[in-house]
């Protein structure tokens, strides 16, 4: 039977812990004293849905069964499987295998922070797959899941089909492009973040718990948006999902709002959220080059004091801004002056820290170069907070 609505409120049981460097005296453990798996329940009926939209295995419902021999599911489904597959031979994996050698404990932050983000979680979890909490802040429409079991098998084909549109920039160059993204997000396409950053969800191998809309009020709090009815609120969703074991849950925060100074200057009340956030592990890509500018001195920062380690391209923030005496900075691929959409953007301080620093090569291709392939990466981490790898 389908369920309906779970609370996370679960006892986690403590793992018990045995050296590895030597052996316990008596290897006879009473069958009372060792710890049981606890799996996390979550919502069948949303997951489900979005494992239909994502091109996976579902559920064995009568109308998700119905509905992939009346649509062409079974088509979108190897198409998904394909290009699925495709990204993460040549760019995911080696991704992962970078990260584990070059960032300090990448799967250890208990918040992420990725403003300029889009719907784009897949990149973030690749990076920081263990993260509780994914904070994410653009301007793409919040939306929602379709309503698949009402729908006619011709729109079910169309979703289908704007689901994969809406896909193929995050597949060919890696990142999502706002001002299409905004079309293909709209109400009579794909409605939305959400069904993108639920799709990446699934296909990272998760379950969805729950999704629900939520606002944060003038004093900087965050609640679930049926809590806050006649409140002024920035609004936003939470997507609740656990991993494929089901014992570890994970959250996506997803806001739609203005962070350029005159946006921020306008919303107190998200300025007082920013303000509250923990520390955290903060991402940027493909984020127009946006905090070179002045106008986007208080979200920049807000990264410097909330970050416990920055990881870049060069699109983030600029180089020169970086207080060396605050930050260890490794830096890694190749600079290349941005092209000419960015033409304007000159950062002689990071060519020069290129043109200076031992060659440390990028494996996989990601952000505004990748045409060229001339990918660049730069990690920072907090002094006093974190300390960079051993030198490789």
Known sequence: MPTKKFLLGLLFIPAIALSCNSKPANTTIANDTIPKKVTLPYDTLIDNKVAFFSGMAHGNTKCLNELESTTKWKMHAQRMDSMFHKIEVERLEKMRVWADSQLTESKA??????????????????????????????????????????????????????????????????????????????????????????????????????????????????????????????????????????????????????????????????RKYLAQLPSSYSYLKAASYLMQWPEFSMIRNTIFDKSDCILQDDSGIGYRYFDKTKWDIRIFGKYQKPNKEFGNINEPELAKAYKDSVFRPVPFVLGYNWKTKSINMLYAVKKGKLTLPAKK
Not at 140 to 167: A, F
Not at 199 to 219: C, Q
């Open 109 to 270: 932050p208990t918040t992420v922070f990725y403003p300029f983000s889009g719907p784009d979680f897949l990149n973030a979890n690749v990076f920081f797959p263990n993260a509780q909490n994914y904070i994410m802040i653009a301007l793409e429409p919040i939306g929602d899941l379709p309503n698949l079991c009402s729908m006619q098998p011709k729109s079910i084909d169309n979703y289908l089909n704007n689901v994969n549109r809406s896909l193929s920039d995050i597949f060919m160059r890696s990142y999502f492009i706002t001002m299409k993204m905004l079309g293909a997000l709209n109400k009579d396409s794909v409605n939305g973040t959400v069904p993108i950053i639920s799709l990446f969800i699934k296909r990272t191998g998760h379950n969805i718990i729950a999704i629900r809309p939520i606002g944060v009020d003038g004093n900087g709090k965050w609640n679930y948006l049926d809590s806050l009815k006649g409140v002024k609120v920035t609004k936003g969703v939470k997507i609740d999902f656990v991993d494929a074991d089901g014992d570890k849950p994970q959250s996506v925060f997803y806001f739609k709002t203005d962070i350029s100074d005159n946006g921020l200057k306008l919303n107190p009340g998200f």
